[in-house]
């Protein structure tokens, strides 16, 4: 993860050794029970199994939840095993469990997954909460396969503890192109025209198109190799939380989750056993005190992938 030479246009975000050695004194870590006050907008880095009975009770807002797939696969030295089915519903189970403690009776709940681990997903999900949605968004990256159908969706199951709950549906429309605008008595109807084409603003469904995976040309990108995009956190932040809420991600990575918190004035909570990529958080949360842009998301409104606005945010 240290520094490498890169291209000028190559904008994906690294550490040298001296901001490890400096980002890596921001961090925390936890040997007994704690309040919130002293893990508020912190970054946790320890491994999520040796301090889930130390965190505090009834603290989080918003849940996002993005555990290791059911795939056997390395994270900068750490590993993971692919399970049957049963088995990973017993492993989801054995830490999703003890979460419930950490939840307020309002919250919200997001657990990512892929068709491989759906199922279990849904199993374990409906055992402790409301499951009230699936929602499936375009992973489009990779060539494809040889012998099967390219795998280019994931799974993020919506979940709450109750019938009271956060839904900000005025927060998340989506603005699309209209192809073939209708007009009605010479006007245009439910759309507008605007310099740039004609628009329509719509409600959010349960498929998600718009999202563009980071890439080495994007200044939110690391190298992580299963980061998640700011664009799809703060969908999910805006909608189930409001401003100070407290959102709360147990498998941070490489930090988008209490990124897109800081950008959109929520509080948050990230916990990372790498080091490595705790302090890549930390730099990302430094630059957000700058910089509050997320790409694909302007004036209250998130557009459609690629198209002009989105493209001029992040020139």
């Known amino acids: 993860m240290l520094q490498k030479i890169k291209p000028t246009h190559n904008r994906t975000l690294t550490l040298s050794s001296e901001e490890i ?67 990973y519903v017993e492993w ?12 307020k009776p309002t919250v919200s709940i997001y657990i990512c997954g892929d068709w491989r681990t759906s199922t279990a997903i849904h199993l374990v999900g409906e055992k402790y909460f409301k499951v009230r949605n699936r929602i499936t968004w375009e992973r489009e990256k990779g060539r494809g396969a040889k012998t ?42 439910d759309w507008h025209e605007t310099v740039e084409g004609n628009f329509r603003i719509t409600h959010p469904s349960n498929i998600w198109n718009d999202i563009s995976i980071p890439f ?29 809420d407290v959102v709360f991600d147990p498998f941070l990575g490489s930090g988008t989750t209490s990124v897109v918190a800081k950008k959109i004035n929520r ?35 998130f557009w459609e992938r690629n198209s002009l606005n989105a493209m001029k945010m992040k020139n």
Request: overall charge positive.
């Open 216 to 244: 080495w040309s994007m200044p939110e990108n690391t190298e992580h190799p299963t980061q998640k995009p700011e664009k799809l956190l703060a969908k999910i932040i805006l909608a189930s939380s409001n401003e100070n």
């Open 21 to 87: 050695s400096f980002y890596s004194q921001k961090l925390i870590s936890l040997s007994s029970s704690v309040s919130f006050s002293k893990i508020k907008n912190k970054t946790i880095n320890q491994n999520l199994f040796e301090i889930l009975d130390f965190l505090p009770s009834q603290f989080v807002d918003l849940l996002f939840l993005d555990p290791p797939y059911n795939l056997s696969k390395s994270f900068n030295g750490n590993h993971f095993k692919e399970k049957s089915i049963n088995e």
């Open 92 to 103: 989801l189970d054995s830490w999703l469990s003890k979460l419930v403690r950490t939840l």
């Open 148 to 189: 099967n159908w390219k795998n280019n969706t994931e799974d993020i199951w919506f979940c709450t503890m109750s019938k009271d709950y956060t839904f900000n549906i005025d927060d998340v429309k989506l603005k699309r192109k209209v192809i073939a605008p209708y007009k009605e008595n010479g006007k245009p109807k």
């Open 267 to 301: 509080n948050y909570v990230g916990i990372e056993q790498d080091v490595q990529y705790c302090c890549l958080a930390e730099k990302r949360l430094q630059l957000a005190e700058k910089d509050k842009t997320i790409q694909g998301y302007s004036d209250g409104i």
